[in-house]
C-alpha cells in the first residue's frame, strides 16, 4: 500500500469545506487583485506554513480563525468562480469520484454579492472543474451556527437543490451555539423533503450529538467524533451506552475528519484517533479531509495516515469508500451507479494488480 497507488483508488468525500481548500498561491493572487491586505505574507511557502501552523493549536475557535482570509478574498464572483474550479479539479486529481464540498454563502456577501450571486459563481466552478474528470461534485450549504441566517441559508439550499445542491448543514463554534438554536430551519428541510447533516460532536460533546439527531433529523454527523464519550470498556469488550447504540443502529454516517480532529485538538496523533475503534465496532464511518489547506491534508493523505497508523488496506478502504457512498446525498440511482460503476470494478482491479505484483 503505497502513496502511488492510494491516489489511484475511487474515494467518496462527504465533509470539505471550500474555503478550507484553497491553494496558497490563488489566495496571494486573489488578495492581490482584490485589494484584501489582511495576508500575513504574500510567499506562497510562508503563505501554506502559515494556515497549518495556525491550524495545529488544539482549538477549533483558534482553528477557525484562520478562515478571515480565505473567506477575505473569495467577496466577488470571478473569485468563487476561480476557488470552486480549483477545488474541483485539484479533488480530481486526487482520485475522488463524488464529492459534497461546503460552503457558506452568507460569508461571501461583504463586497454586495447577493446569496443567489454567490450561488451562481460557485456552482459554475464546479462545473467547470469536473468536466472532463472521473469526479461528480455537488454542495452542501452550510449556516453560520453563531448568526441568525440559518432558515434564510435552508430555503437558499432548497431553491438550488435542482442545481447542485444536495443538503444543509451548520457549522462555527460548536460549544454555545447548539444545534436547536437552528430548529426551524432543519424543520423547514425536512418539510421539503431535503437533506441534512450537522456539524455535532467535534468540539463539545454528547448534547451536541443528541440534539441534531433527536430533535433536528440529522441523517449523518459532522464529525461526531465525541460520540466516544459514551462507549466504555476495554478493547474487545466495549459497552455502548444508548445514544451511540442508537447512532450505530441506525446507520447514522459518522463524517470523520482524522487529521484536522488531531489540529484542533481531539486527539494526539492519527494512532489515537477513536476511528480505529469505530470502525471495528462497525459504525458507518466515512473518511474525508474537512479543510485541506488549514490541515496540509487530501484524501490521499488521510488513507496514507490510517494505513500506517491501524494497517488498513484495500479492503478497508473500500469498506470506507463505499460507506462513503450509501450516505451521500445524491439521488439513490446516482449513488448504486457509482458503487457498482467505478468504486467495486476499480476496487477489484487494484486488488488483481497488488496480487500479480506478488509474483
Not at 82 to 90: I, M, W
Not at 311 to 340: H, Q, Y
Request: proline share 4%; hydrophobic share 45%; with cysteine.
Amino acid at each position: 500500500m503505497n502513496e502511488e497507488l492510494i491516489r489511484s483508488l475511487p474515494k467518496v468525500l462527504l465533509h470539505d469545506h471550500l474555503d478550507g481548500g484553497l491553494r496558497p498561491r490563488t489566495v496571494i493572487e486573489l488578495a492581490e487583485e482584490f485589494g484584501y491586505r489582511g495576508l500575513p505574507t504574500h510567499d506562497v511557502g510562508e503563505l501554506a506554513h502559515w494556515f497549518n501552523r495556525g491550524a495545529k493549536r488544539n482549538d477549533l475557535v483558534l482553528y477557525l480563525e484562520t478562515f478571515a482570509h480565505t473567506v477575505g478574498v473569495m467577496q466577488h464572483r470571478d473569485a468563487i468562480e476561480r476557488v470552486s474550479f480549483e477545488c474541483a479539479r485539484d479533488l480530481a486529481a486526487d482520485g475522488v469520484v463524488y464529492a459534497e464540498v461546503r460552503m457558506a454563502p452568507e460569508l461571501c456577501t461583504e463586497a454586495g454579492l447577493t446569496l443567489d450571486e454567490v450561488m451562481a459563481a460557485m456552482m459554475d466552478g464546479f462545473r467547470r472543474g469536473a468536466a472532463g474528470t472521473e469526479l461528480t461534485i455537488h454542495a452542501v450549504l452550510s449556516a453560520m451556527r453563531t448568526a441568525a441566517r440559518s432558515l434564510e441559508i435552508a430555503e437558499l439550499a432548497v431553491r438550488w437543490r435542482e442545481s447542485g445542491v444536495v443538503g444543509f448543514d451548520i457549522a462555527g463554534a460548536e460549544a454555545g451555539y447548539p444545534p436547536t438554536r437552528h430548529l426551524d430551519a432543519f424543520q423547514y428541510v425536512q418539510r421539503e423533503n431535503f437533506h441534512a447533516t450537522i456539524h455535532a460532536g467535534e468540539a463539545f460533546g454528547l448534547p451536541s450529538i443528541w440534539e441534531a439527531v433527536q430533535f433536528c433529523g440529522a441523517e449523518r454527523l459532522g464529525h461526531g467524533v465525541r460520540l466516544v464519550d459514551d462507549i466504555v470498556g476495554p478493547p474487545g469488550d466495549e459497552q455502548l451506552g444508548r445514544l451511540a447504540a442508537y447512532v450505530r443502529d441506525r446507520r447514522i454516517p459518522l463524517e470523520l475528519c482524522p487529521t484536522s480532529n488531531v489540529n484542533t485538538g481531539v486527539c494526539a496523533t492519527i494512532s489515537d484517533h477513536p476511528i480505529g475503534m469505530l470502525r471495528r465496532l462497525r459504525f458507518r464511518v466515512t473518511v474525508n479531509t474537512d479543510n485541506r489547506l488549514m490541515s496540509d491534508t487530501s484524501m490521499t493523505n488521510e488513507l496514507v495516515q490510517l494505513h500506517a497508523a491501524f494497517g488498513w488496506g484495500l479492503d478497508d478502504f473500500e469498506w470506507l469508500t463505499v460507506n462513503a457512498m450509501k450516505s451521500a446525498f445524491a439521488p439513490f440511482p446516482e449513488r448504486l451507479k457509482l458503487i457498482n460503476g467505478q468504486i467495486k470494478p476499480r476496487y477489484a482491479l487494484a486488488r488483481a494488480e497488488q496480487t500479480v505484483g506478488r509474483f
